[in-house]
């Protein structure tokens, strides 16, 4: 490896900051290798590199440790203005504890008439795509899975919310039990030990 920092343990936007100044001495084709202890700063150094058109690998190597690669290229600043690309680059992605994580366990919201039910959980999703905020996560277990399937009302509520960045993820093992896995129309399929990762990283959980 051409050049190598290790930016573990540094606050946003040190990370960035570091690699930015190593890569004024780097040559087009030279690598730099950046260590990092978390996935935000891993999103922070993939945006500055996509913005300066620069080629970027990640991986995880262990619990809280992560390698970003980042490969010297051409650059966007000539077409994005050095003003604007300064200013992405010093723009920290919110930490994952200030983030929410909104588990869906129906496709139904509160207990009684299943038809109401079904009708207020349609409502809650629209009413997601509204706030000011969209959650970092959505969770769908148990019957839950049926609103990210074929047929689900709320599909394009879920598309929109994805669209603008939220994670969307419905259980496997839910989908298989209700012979739902070809019919998933949104988002990816996870399993229980990311469901109690995620939960166990958020920054506060919304479950209706």
Same mark, same amino acid.
């Given at each position: 490896?051409?050049?190598?920092?290790?930016?573990?343990?540094?606050?946003?936007?040190?990370?960035?900051?570091?690699?930015?100044?190593?890569?004024?001495?780097?040559?087009?084709?030279?690598?730099?290798?950046?260590?990092?202890?978390?996935?935000?700063?891993?999103?922070?150094?993939?945006?500055?590199?996509?913005?300066?058109?620069?080629?970027?690998?990640?991986?995880?190597?262990?619990?809280?440790?992560?390698?970003?690669?980042?490969?010297?290229?051409?650059?966007?600043?000539?077409?994005?203005?050095?003003?604007?690309?300064?200013?992405?680059?010093?723009?920290?992605?919110?930490?994952?504890?200030?983030?929410?994580?909104?588990?869906?366990?129906?496709?139904?919201?509160?207990?009684?008439?299943?038809?109401? /039910?079904?009708?207020?959980?349609?409502?809650?999703?629209?009413?997601?795509?509204?706030?000011?905020?969209?959650?970092?996560?959505?969770?769908?277990?148990?019957?839950?899975?049926?609103?990210?399937?074929?047929?689900?009302?709320?599909?394009?509520?879920?598309?929109?919310?994805?669209?603008?960045?939220?994670?969307?993820?419905?259980? /496997?093992?839910?989908?298989?039990?209700?012979?739902?896995?070809?019919?998933?129309?949104?988002?990816?399929?996870?399993?229980?030990?990311?469901?109690?990762?995620?939960?166990?990283?958020?920054?506060?959980?919304?479950?209706?």
């Amino acid at each position: 490896m051409d050049h190598k920092i290790d930016a573990r343990g540094l606050a946003c936007p040190l990370p960035v900051v570091n690699t930015k100044n190593e890569m004024k001495t780097m040559k087009e084709g030279e690598q730099v290798e950046v260590l990092v202890d978390n996935e935000i700063a891993v999103q922070n150094l993939t945006k500055f590199a996509n913005v300066r058109n620069h080629g970027v690998q990640a991986e995880k190597l262990g619990d809280n440790e992560f390698r970003v690669v980042i490969t010297a290229g051409g650059t966007a600043a000539s077409a994005a203005g050095d003003e604007e690309v300064q200013e992405q680059e010093e723009v920290c992605l919110p930490n994952a504890k200030d983030a929410a994580v909104v588990v869906l366990s129906s496709n139904q919201m509160g207990s009684g008439e299943g038809a109401l /039910g079904k009708t207020l959980m349609k409502a809650f999703i629209f009413a997601l795509t509204k706030q000011d905020t969209f959650p970092k996560t959505i969770l769908l277990y148990n019957s839950g899975a049926f609103l990210s399937c074929e047929g689900s009302d709320s599909l394009e509520d879920l598309k929109l919310l994805e669209a603008e960045g939220t994670e969307v993820y419905t259980c /496997g093992t839910c989908l298989n039990y209700y012979e739902l896995t070809e019919k998933l129309a949104v988002g990816g399929v996870t399993n229980m030990y990311d469901i109690v990762e995620m939960m166990s990283h958020a920054g506060k959980i919304i479950k209706p």
